[in-house]
């Protein structure tokens, strides 16, 4: 039984893997536009940028197994991308277009 993988743990990893990758990335973006300097700031921010999108990758992906369910973790990751793209999107075309 050692062996042996719960059903629910493939829906909770391939939920992390995809949907905690976009997730990563529009909060990356927010972070990029909503942080200290804006967008344009000078420095080293695109490789802080890298760095911190890594982070929440592996962050939301090692979270993901804290839901109940495979579907669950979909449903409440879906969400969180919808909601987090939207603000992505509203930044870039409507607050600072």
Do not use: H, Q, T
Not at 2 to 13: E, Q, V, Y
Not at 17 to 39: D, H, Q, R
Not at 48 to 70: H, K, T
């Amino acid at each position: 039984m050692a062996g042996d993988i719960r059903p629910d743990w493939w829906g909770k990893a391939s939920a992390g893997v995809i949907l905690g990758f976009g997730l990563a990335l529009s909060l990356v973006g927010l972070y990029a536009y909503l942080g200290p300097g804006g967008i344009d700031a000078p420095g080293g921010r695109y490789s802080l940028m890298r760095y911190l999108e890594a982070f929440v990758w592996i962050s939301v992906f090692s979270f993901c197994f804290l839901f109940r369910s495979g579907r669950s973790a979909w449903a409440w990751l879906g969400a969180a991308n919808l909601i987090a793209f939207a603000a992505l999107f509203a930044c870039r075309f409507v607050f600072f277009a």
